[in-house]
């Protein structure tokens, strides 16, 4: 499993970025995949996910109503993504995404590397 996270920068407080999970190697069917944050000298913590099938989706309260997780299945389903939209940014939101999947039951065990989000004041 391969998952290829994108699409961070530096935006000002108010503004909008959108992340992009690029997920290969298997079928996501029965995964539920995941966005997680860490910022300096914090916990790495849970801000999202999406139960792949079902396309349900879960969120942290902090970012609720402002961000927005979604994805897309190829054809052959051979190759996915998922993004993280995120609008409304506040400065406590600057740290570094992943994104992350997880096998219905278990926890999560494939990660992306991570892309860096700074909100400027």
């Known amino acids: 499993v391969q998952l290829q996270a994108s699409g961070g920068g530096l935006v000002q407080a108010g503004g909008s970025l959108r992340l992009s999970c690029e997920a290969s190697?298997?079928?996501?069917?029965?995964?539920?995949m995941g966005w997680f944050r860490q910022a300096p000298g914090k916990e790495r913590e849970f801000v999202g996910d999406?139960?792949?099938?079902?396309?349900?989706?879960?969120?942290?309260?902090s970012v609720k109503g402002r961000f927005t997780i979604s994805r897309v299945i190829s054809r052959d389903n051979a190759k996915s993504t998922i993004y993280l939209q995120m609008n409304s940014l506040k400065p406590e939101d600057s740290a570094v995404y992943y994104c992350a999947a997880a096998a219905r039951g278990h926890n999560y065990e494939f990660w992306g590397q991570g892309t860096q989000v700074t909100v400027s004041s």
């Open positions: 190697g298997r079928t996501f069917n029965s995964y539920t």
């Open positions: 999406i139960t792949w099938n079902s396309g349900s989706t879960g969120y942290r309260d």
